[in-house]
Structures are given as C-alpha cells and as structure tokens.
C-alpha cells in the first residue's frame, strides 16, 4: 500500500512562509511527477505546483515567485516553500502523485489527506 503524508500546514500571518512537505511511502517502483494542490472553502480543486522526476516545474501563475516546489528523489518527498503569504492563499492543500507500485507497473495517481493553511487576517 502506497500512501503519501503532507505536514507543515499551520497558521501564518500575511507575508509569514510556511513550507508543506510530503512523504510518499509503501511499495514505490518509480515517481513520475509529484504535486501540490489546494482547495479553498466554495472553489474547485487546483493545480498550484509540479515537479518530474527529472526536476522540471510548472507553477500557478497566482503564486509564482512567492512559491517554491521542490523534490528530494532519495526520500520520495516533495516540498512546497510559501513565501510573502497573501489572504487568498489559504486552503486545503492536496499532495499528489503520479506513480507506479511494485506490484502494479502502471502508472496511478495517488492523493495525500491534506493539510490546512489558513493565514490570519
């Protein structure tokens, strides 16, 4: 069983960083590519971050240069640096990846529980 645990959520002022970072653990053969998403209170699901395995990034545009995604291969963990937090970061914020099981060689997405980033006013 494959399973990916987020931390690091956790109120912060506005301006304040905060940095997520994400386990994955169980039988992994390979990670295609992990991500952050997030999800605020009334408003869809979206893509804040991606890393591949080979390091490139993609970043929502609402959050590019305040936000940093990175990734350590050995330890299956990606990471999520907030910088100069705004009010309309806060939400639920998803770990994601896109990977294949040792018993399955077919690539899955797999979802962490999710944590909480709420930003005080």
């Known amino acids: 069983q494959v399973q990916l645990v987020e931390s690091g959520g956790g109120l912060v002022q506005p301006g304040g960083s905060l940095r997520l970072s994400c386990a994955a653990s169980?039988?992994?053969?390979?990670?295609?590519?992990m991500y952050w998403y997030r999800q605020a209170p009334g408003k869809e699901r979206e893509l804040v971050a991606g890393?591949?395995?080979?390091?490139?990034?993609n970043v929502l545009d609402s959050v590019r240069g305040r936000f940093t995604i990175s990734r350590d291969n050995a330890k299956n963990t990606v990471y999520l640096q907030m910088n100069s937090l705004k009010p309309e970061d806060p939400a639920v914020y998803y770990c994601?990846?896109?990977?294949?099981?040792?018993?399955?060689?077919?690539?899955?997405?797999?979802w962490g529980q999710g944590t909480q980033v709420p930003v005080s006013s």
């Open positions: 169980g039988s992994i053969f390979s990670i295609k590519a």
């Open positions: 890393i591949t395995n080979g390091g490139s990034t």
């Open positions: 994601n990846a896109v990977l294949e099981t040792v018993d399955n060689r077919a690539y899955e997405r797999i």
